[in-house]
Nanobody, 120 residues
Framework: QVQLVESGGGLVQAGGSLRLSCSAS????????MGWYRQAPGKQRELVAA???????NYADSVKGRFTISRDSAKNTVYLQMNTLKPEDTAVYYC??????????????WGQGTQVTVSS
């Protein structure tokens, strides 16, 4: 089993910054892609940013230039630095981590979610 623990959400004014963290632990041989998704009330969950094992990154158009995803492979941790936050960034943010247990089994796990609220 793999557990993901997220932290770093909260309430911030528009224009402010937050940094989210997600650490994975458990039966992990290798972590492949890591990413952050978000879901606002009444909307579908959407990809915010993703990073491969080779540190290639991908961002939603709405966050390009404002958000930065990074990873610390030694700590099995992925980060999301969010700058110049806007009220429309308000959502529950979920990390998603694809883990290989070394026995031919690859599965994506979800974090519990952390609330980000941006006030205008």
């Amino acid at each position: 089993q793999v557990q993901l623990v997220e932290s770093g959400g909260g309430l911030v004014q528009a224009g402010g910054s937050l940094r989210l963290s997600c650490s994975a632990s458990g039966r992990i041989f290798r972590i492949n892609a890591m990413g952050w998704y978000r879901q606002a009330p009444g909307k579908q969950r959407e990809l915010v940013a993703a990073i491969t094992s080779g540190s290639n990154t991908n961002y939603a158009d709405s966050v390009k230039g404002r958000f930065t995803i990074s990873r610390d492979s030694a700590k099995n941790t992925v980060y999301l630095q969010m700058n110049t936050l806007k009220p429309e960034d308000t959502a529950v943010y979920y990390c998603n981590v694809e883990c290989d247990n070394g026995l031919g089994f690859v599965r994506a796990y979800w974090g519990q979610g952390t609330q980000v609220t941006v006030s205008s």
